[in-house]
């Protein structure tokens, strides 16, 4: 008997396909992607609110045909001045994760909220999740604040921002 396949070895960056979000038939993909894993549950009413009023800023990555990430955020005024932008969930399969998937879902909702005049984008992310805090941090991301107990399950959460317009560097950085 050969030796068992390794998933993780047949994904790459290169077979990895992108789209916009296009309509309500793509909600249990997302629903689906996100439920499996992000420590927050998640109503049908919040992926709704954020797919209804921002479906231009959502962003799907597939592997073949099968769903492998998605980014969903809103952009809006913030304290009725600037425009901000809101990453509000990030999620990249265990399978696909370290392989630029999640920088480059960032970076098409980035682009996208620029397109709509934004000036800063803020998130939240769990001090305990090193890898989504090095990606931020790869992107630009500065931490803002620390918020305690943010989540559900007990765990801190950094504040996380980034300044626009992007700066040559970080428009040009790598995808990987």
């Not at 209804?52 to 952009?75: E, Q, R, T």
Request: aromatic share 10%; charged share 25%.
């Amino acid at each position: 008997m050969g030796a068992p396949s390794d998933d993780r070895q047949q994904v790459n960056q290169a077979s990895i396909s992108y789209r916009q979000y296009s309509g309500e038939q793509d909600l249990p993909i997302v629903m689906h992607l996100v439920d499996n894993e992000l420590s927050e549950p998640y109503s049908i009413f919040t992926y709704r609110y954020f797919l209804h009023y921002w479906p231009k800023l959502c962003f799907l990555a597939f592997s073949g045909d099968k769903p492998v990430g998605v980014v969903i955020c809103k952009l809006d005024r913030h304290r009725e001045q600037a425009m901000r932008g809101y990453v509000a969930m990030l999620v990249v399969d265990k399978l696909c994760r370290g392989k630029g998937v999640g920088s480059e879902l960032v970076r098409k909702s980035i682009q996208a909220m620029i397109e709509g005049k934004c000036e800063e984008v803020a998130l939240e992310a769990e001090v305990t999740n090193q890898g989504a805090l090095k990606l931020y941090q790869g992107l630009g991301f500065i931490r803002d604040k620390r918020l305690h107990r943010y989540y559900l399950n007990g765990v801190d959460a950094y504040r996380l921002k980034l300044l626009l317009p992007l700066s040559e560097g970080q428009e040009s950085a790598p995808t990987a």
